[in-house]
């Protein structure tokens, strides 16, 4: 795995000196490696990855809840199937589908014809969940997934015909994939990024947890802290230079922190003869 360092709009006043941090894969590196390193797919062909704050459910400790089950009762309505992508028939109606929903959720012009071509066809989508309504078969729904078993599967991107959204078929398909692919061994779900209150939907499940910048975490009090730091008009600092943090969730220093969770960088000695900040490392 190769890291990439891009920046960001700097807040100066703070020192506050953000980089976007982007990973490539290396030969014999398969995305698992990525997923479980907190990266997603910034690219369709999975060639680059983006560190982020994001949900995954480990599906070894999900057991559904009542509510889990009362979203999987609406199978009376609905009837979903995960398909591998070669046995799925993509036709100009299911595109048709996914455009209309493109519109209502995301705005004009986000998802074009084209791009929802690639997206149904490229490397990360492996499967597709497909949904009908019982009575008539008519398609409702279609989410892509990346699966890579027994240790990853990612549900990226989810589209439906919005007049059924009162029924809740977009957290019925959701609930479905994350039932259907614990049921069948998978180890972690990837359900996507949470920057806002309107993501905490993906964290209805026994076993989720959120990516925090250098671990895992389970603890959903740890997350609604971060969103709620997020609508600050100011930020004063770096999360973990912030004592309340480190007194809640982690760590007392940035030292104990930096033993258990930092990425270790081996440098090359000065006598190679380059400056490792300026120039790439030789081959």
């Not at 698992?32 to 060639?47: E, N, T, V």
């Not at 299911?94 to 012009?109: D, M, N, Q």
């Not at 603890?219 to 730091?229: G, I, K, T, Y």
């Amino acid at each position: 795995m190769k890291l990439l360092f891009s920046e960001a709009r700097p807040d100066y006043d703070h020192y506050i000196f953000p980089y976007a941090v982007w990973a490539f894969p290396e030969p014999g590196e398969t995305p698992a490696a990525f997923f479980a390193a907190g990266f997603l797919p910034s690219s369709r062909q999975l060639d680059r990855f983006y560190l982020c704050r994001q949900i995954r459910v480990d599906l070894t400790r999900y057991r559904p809840s009542s509510e889990n089950r009362r979203i999987l009762r609406r199978a009376e309505l609905f009837d979903a199937e995960l398909l591998p992508r070669s046995r799925f028939d993509w036709t100009p109606g299911h595109r048709e589908l996914c455009r209309r929903y493109a519109e209502t959720r995301f705005g004009p012009g986000r998802m074009t014809p084209e791009r929802l071509d690639e997206l149904f066809h490229c490397p990360m989508t492996t499967h597709v969940l497909h949904v009908r309504l019982r009575n008539g078969q008519q398609t409702v729904g279609l989410a892509t997934l990346y699966l890579e078993p027994p240790l990853v599967a990612y549900y990226s991107y989810a589209f439906y015909e919005w007049e059924w959204r009162k029924a809740q078929l977009g957290m019925f398909m959701m609930t479905h994939a994350v039932d259907t692919l614990a049921r069948a061994g998978l180890r972690h779900l990837h359900l996507g990024t949470c920057y806002s209150a309107r993501a905490l939907y993906k964290t209805q499940f026994a076993g989720v947890q959120f990516f925090n910048g250098f671990r895992w975490s389970d603890n959903l009090d740890e997350l609604h802290h971060l969103l709620e730091r997020d609508r600050r008009p100011v930020l004063e600092g770096h999360l973990l230079e912030s004592p309340d943090y480190r007194e809640r969730f982690g760590p007392d220093t940035l030292a104990d922190l930096a033993e258990r969770w930092g990425i270790t960088v081996r440098s090359v000695p000065a006598a190679a003869g380059y400056d490792s900040a300026t120039e790439p490392a030789p081959h």
